[in-house]
Structure formats: structure tokens, C-alpha cells
């Protein structure tokens, strides 16, 4: 969506600012021995009390409140009986709808102790995605977005996963545009519009470059199997740069 109304940036920023307190709270929740079940009903806990709904359950039915996705899991993980183990992988991705409007957030986290390459692939995932908002800017090509975050990967000897892109979003979870890409794209030749609000989420890993189904209809795995990280904002393009919608309380 092009935001028009001043009343729509406000609660665009509401239910941004949800979504991002759910997933600090569960961040603040990952340990050893908790099940993937019991995060996502603290997430499901924020939502609630905010007056928040889950997206993917309000949306696609999706069998959670939130996405957890572990080790070998790169996104749409669904919350169950599994435990999370020290040395673990762990990306929490929560989206959420209010009043009309919705919000994107997701992050990656490790459960100490892991191999040294993983605890950089987790800081290098996330200034990936720094990166990329870096590039945000109303009346610029997307494809800026890819390019920077395509240099960055090839620079540091990472892969980005190429079937997993950004996307808009506003009044629906998914909407145009649609399929942004988080890697460089010479088709890509579309213009950010000002006050357009969409997704930042490169994937990048350690050797995998696309996401393949399982034995369920959501979880997604890396192939080929390679340690993968997610970091996502919700932004709004503007002139003076990105307007990120998905702080938490303590990012401000």
C-alpha cells in the first residue's frame, strides 16, 4: 500500500510496534529446553493483549500464532512438541493485523554455545539487512536493494537464498508489490513510490540458494542443507530515507 492519511501511518506504526515486541519477548524467552510451542504462545500472548490477531492464522490458516524455525528449518517453521537444544539456530518471524493494518518482523538467534561461523553468520545477517534498508528511498529502483545486499553477501562469502523474497504490504500480509528481491536482479525494474510500505528480508546463508518444501504444507528447508539466517523489518519509503515500522520498545 501507498500510504495517503496520516491516520494510516499511525496504525501501520501500532501494529508494527507489536509485532516487534512479540518477537523481543520470545527472543528474551529462547533457552534450552523450551519447546518451540511454548514461544509461540508467548508470542501469541503480546498479540493478544495488544488486540493484535496472528497474520499467517488470520490469513492462510497457518497452525500458529507465530513461525519458528530451527537448524535445518530456513522459514514457516510451525510451533510443536520440538525442543530447543543448546548450540540450536533459531529464527522467530511474527507478523500480526490491527485494525486493518499489517505488520512483517522477523530475526535470527543462536542458543550458545555455537561454532564461531554461526555467531557470524547471525551478525553478518542482520547487517545484511541493514544493508538493504540502507538503500530504501522514495523514487529509487528496488533493484538498489538487491544489488547492495547481493555485494555484501559475495563480499563476506555467503549465499542468499533466491525463491524467498520481500514483499508489499499494508492492508494485506502479502500485496504488491510483490517478489522483491533481497539479491541482485537485472529484472527488477521497478521504482519505490514515497510513502510505499514493503518488506526488507534477506535470507543469507552459508552455501544454500533456495528454500524446498518438507513433509508438511509450510516448513521450508535450505537447500542445499547450510545454516540460514533471516532479519526482516517492515518499512515505509520516504525521501529522506527508510521509516521502520517494526521497533520495540527498547529500539527507540
Not at 500464532?65 to 529464527?91: F, K, M, Q, Y
Not at 542458543?111 to 541493514?130: F, M, Q, S, T
Not at 523514487?139 to 524467498?164: C, E, H, M, W
Request: with cysteine; net charge negative.
Amino acid at each position: 500500500m501507498i500510504i495517503t492519511k496520516d491516520d494510516e501511518l499511525t496504525k501501520l506504526k501500532a501494529v508494527g510496534h507489536i509485532c516487534a515486541n512479540a518477537l523481543q519477548t520470545m527472543a528474551a524467552a529462547l533457552e534450552p529446553g523450551i519447546t518451540t510451542a511454548e514461544l509461540d504462545a508467548i508470542g501469541r500472548k503480546v498479540l493478544d493483549e495488544a488486540g493484535a490477531r496472528s497474520a499467517p492464522e488470520f490469513c492462510y490458516q497457518f497452525p500458529g500464532a507465530t513461525c519458528i524455525s530451527v537448524n535445518e528449518e530456513v522459514a514457516h517453521g510451525i510451533p510443536g512438541p520440538r525442543v530447543i537444544r543448546a548450540g540450536d539456530l533459531v529464527n522467530l518471524d511474527v507478523s500480526a493485523e490491527k485494525d486493518g493494518f499489517f505488520s512483517d518482523t522477523g530475526a535470527s538467534f543462536t542458543v550458545p554455545p555455537v561454532k564461531p561461523k554461526i555467531e557470524r553468520l547471525c551478525r553478518d545477517g542482520k547487517r545484511a539487512l541493514w544493508v538493504g534498508l540502507n538503500q530504501v528511498r522514495s523514487d529509487q529502483p528496488f533493484s538498489k536493494v538487491g544489488r547492495a545486499i547481493g555485494a555484501f553477501a559475495a563480499k563476506n562469502r555467503y549465499t542468499l537464498v533466491a525463491n524467498l523474497a520481500s514483499h508489499g504490504i499494508g492492508r494485506a500480509l502479502h500485496e504488491e508489490p510483490g517478489e522483491v528481491s533481497t539479491w541482485a536482479d537485472p529484472s527488477e525494474k521497478r521504482i519505490m513510490q514515497d510513502g510505499l510500505v514493503f518488506t526488507v528480508e534477506p535470507f543469507l546463508s552459508l552455501g544454500a540458494t533456495w528454500a524446498e518444501g518438507g513433509d508438511d504444507a509450510w516448513t521450508l528447508y535450505s537447500d542445499p542443507r547450510a545454516p540460514t539466517v533471516q532479519f526482516e523489518h517492515t518499512v515505509v519509503a520516504t525521501r529522506n530515507g527508510p521509516l521502520i515500522l517494526t521497533l520495540a520498545d527498547d529500539a527507540k
